[in-house]
Nanobody
């Protein structure tokens, strides 16, 4: 059975940094793609960043230049490095991982989310 778990959230002061992790476990051959989304209280889910394939990344306008997405297939883990955090970045961050199993089948999995709070 496949699981995807986010970690690394917490409380940070404005201007600070956090690194979120999205770890996949189970019968996984590779992480083919990954994306991060966030949802603030009372707001719609917002696209944050995507890693659709090696060498290609995409970012939402509100985080461009501050956040960096990466994937380490040796560790079955993706990351979201968040720098220069602002109070507006406060939200629950969730990852969507496109995982390939040993038979070549690909499925998308969501983690449970991790809370990021930016406040002084």
């Amino acid at each position: 059975q496949v699981h995807v778990v986010e970690s690394g959230g917490g409380l940070v002061q404005p201007g600070g940094s956090l690194r979120l992790s999205c770890a996949a476990s189970g019968s996984i051959f590779s992480i083919d793609a990954m994306a991060w989304y966030r949802q603030a209280l009372g707001k719609q889910r917002e696209f944050v960043a995507a890693f659709p394939r090696p060498g290609i990344t995409a970012y939402g306008n509100s985080v461009k230049g501050r956040f960096t997405i990466s994937v380490d297939n040796a560790k079955n883990t993706g990351y979201l490095q968040m720098n220069s955090l602002k109070p507006d970045d406060t939200a629950v961050y969730s990852c969507n991982a496109r995982l390939r199993d040993g038979t070549g089948h690909v499925n998308d999995y969501w983690g449970q989310g991790t809370q990021v709070t930016v406040s002084s």
